[in-house]
């Protein structure tokens, strides 16, 4: 493999010698380090195809490699570990094994769609994100991430009642991640809110947490949705060659 | 486009208002302050009937198509129920779910066949492309009253209010599908959107330059990646800061509470403390008008922007 930057040698892959003489020549100093080459042998053809059947992923075969991704990219700037043009690349190349190296930062995209607006070849890589971040957990490299726990909590309750209420996902968020409702920043927000609401404003919110805001007349969207995400779950199982059922 | 300006401010002075969930939870006093305003230039405001959630940006990572029905089903409402070809929405989430399910539906056969089929089991009209036109609450005010006859409105003014606004991810990007923007003239920018700064400003305050409109705030992740979302909120405040600036203005919901949860969070996690207020710009203008802090539901916000209102002469 080509060194495509250097910030992506791994130290474990750097070899340097004290004292190294080759062919009779010393090369001890700056010219004893070595990159250690790889052979990869696990390539996994389909997978540029596997990242093409999650949501999202359906243009990553437009790639040119430019970088404009990783260079507008929010989170790159945080985390130079993050970086969406790599892993497009390893993606197409079929370089399963490195890619999962990063399974723990892929969910982090924060979808500004800076990226997407800068692609030249409309990549959507923000999509391509969503879509990786999907196949690992679906092949079982990761647990579902928080962003995951989230977006599923956010949609249930909106194919059931056709709404949300905003301080009941926040409330069963914590709870399934674990997360005390008791944290200093949260318990300082709920004081600074409540303090300055208006009596109406209250009253609003207490009837919303009582009668749950619903769209009228939602069941039969309620049952068409459903049945749109199971056919489409059960698509993407089989793009992957797993069982449907699980 | 054919449209002249006074085509524009006619359609706009009565549109179908779609609020979203966050308006109606924890942001109400954006919708309350929406309102106070339309009301006071004398602009109608019809709420879709029996709207549902646009999907945020959430139900996308689920399954994008049913992202797309959940728009979609919004316009369709404001057009067969409402009876009416414009939807104004003043989250970004929102205003921007409506215009990308316009496109999606426009440029995607599968989007399209999605939406045909859910709306046929749902049992209503399925949303056509182009049959409604979506717009932010600042093309609202901007066209639909106009910054000269705004002028005429003000009362006591924002008195050199030193602001940075803020516009967020979803105002602007994708660029895609925003095809009236960025093309020069009286339309919005991409890059430096200005319109927000444009009302301000003749509202009376002394906008500042800031250098990270449009940076992102975390608002997706703002509760599952905290950590992330603290430091990209904390970047803003303190490139206000450093700006100048004693209020940033909001124009989304989603940023806005993103801003004032994160700066409590940064304060108590990182002991950064930064001081500067954040304001919807709805409040701002309402206040430049002389309307009052209640109506506006400024005593409402998170953020405690009364004292430094209070000090400068403004509430």
């Known amino acids: 493999m080509p060194i495509h930057e250097k910030s992506l040698i791994r130290p474990e892959n750097l070899s340097t010698h004290e004292h190294l003489v080759i062919d009779g020549v010393d090369v001890s100093g700056d010219w004893s380090t070595f990159i250690r080459s790889r052979v990869v042998t696990d390539y996994n053809e389909d997978l540029q195809d596997e990242i093409a059947a999650m949501p999202g992923g359906e243009y990553i075969h437009r790639c040119w490699q430019c970088g404009s991704c990783t260079n507008s990219c ?19 190349m079929g370089m399963e094994s490195e890619l999962v190296r990063d399974k723990d930062i892929i969910w982090q995209c924060v979808s500004c769609n800076k990226c997407t607006s800068a692609c030249p070849r409309d990549v959507v890589p923000e999509g391509v994100m969503k879509a990786t971040a999907h196949w690992l957990e679906l092949k079982g490299y990761t647990e579902p991430s928080n962003s995951t726990v989230f977006d599923e909590i956010f949609t249930e309750q909106v194919v059931e009642r056709g709404k949300i209420e905003d301080g009941e996902v926040l409330m069963e968020f914590l709870q399934k991640t674990g997360q005390p409702l008791t944290q200093d920043w949260l318990v300082q927000m709920v004081k600074q809110m409540v303090a300055g609401f208006s009596i109406p404003t209250l009253l609003k919110m207490g009837w919303n947490t009582v009668f749950k805001p619903r769209t009228s007349d939602w069941s039969k969207a309620r049952d068409a949705i459903r049945e749109h995400i199971e056919e489409e779950e059960a698509a ?10 699980e | 486009m054919t449209d002249t300006i006074d085509d524009r401010k006619q359609r706009y002075k009565k549109v179908a208002y779609y609020p979203g969930c966050a308006l109606e939870g924890s942001a109400q006093p954006y919708d309350i302050s929406t309102r106070a305003v339309g009301k006071h230039l004398g602009l109608q405001l019809e709420d879709v009937k029996d709207w549902n959630c646009c999907g945020a940006m959430e139900v996308k990572n689920v399954d994008p198509e049913i992202q797309t029905y959940l728009s979609s089903r919004v316009m369709s409402q404001a057009k067969n129920k409402n009876g009416t070809d414009v939807v104004m929405a003043p989250c970004n989430g929102c205003y921007h779910n409506l215009k ?3 496109y999606d539906i426009a440029n995607k056969p599968k989007s399209k066949e999605t939406v045909e089929k859910i709306s046929a089991k749902a049992g209503h009209e399925a949303y056509h492309e182009g049959e409604v036109e979506t717009i932010h609450a600042l093309d609202w005010i901007k066209w639909g009253y106009g910054e000269e006859e705004l002028r005429a409105k003000i009362k006591g003014g924002l008195k050199g209010l030193k602001v940075a606004n803020y516009y967020g991810c979803m105002y602007t990007r ?7 923007k960025g093309l020069g003239g009286d ?3 991409l890059t430096k959107p200005h319109y927000m700064d444009d009302l301000l400003a003749v509202a009376g305050a002394e906008n500042v330059d800031f250098p990270l409109k449009t940076a992102c705030c975390g608002g997706a992740h703002s509760l599952s990646d905290s950590d992330m979302s603290t430091k990209l909120v904390l970047n803003i405040l303190e490139a206000a800061e450093a700006a100048g600036a004693e209020v940033i203005a909001t124009e989304c919901p989603t940023c806005h509470s993103g801003l004032e949860m994160h700066q409590i969070r940064a304060l108590k996690r990182l002991s950064k403390d930064t001081n500067v207020k954040v304001v919807y710009f709805t409040q701002l203008l309402g206040l430049a008008m002389g309307m009052s802090p209640r109506k506006l539901g400024i005593h409402a916000n998170v953020s405690k922007s009364i004292p430094l209102l209070k000090e400068r002469g403004i509430a």
Not at chain 1, 74 to 92: G, K, Q, S
Not at chain 2, 174 to 180: D, G
Request: proline share 12%; hydrophobic share 35%.
């Open chain 1, 74 to 92: 929010t989170v790159n700037a945080e985390n130079p570990d993050f970086n969406p043009r790599y892993w497009i690349y390893l993606i197409r």
């Open chain 1, 236 to 245: 993407r199982h089989r793009a992957l060659g797993l069982d449907p059922a």
């Open chain 2, 100 to 102: 990308k399910a316009e």
């Open chain 2, 174 to 180: 994708p660029r895609h599908i925003f095809p009236e």
């Open chain 2, 187 to 189: 339309s919005e920018s």
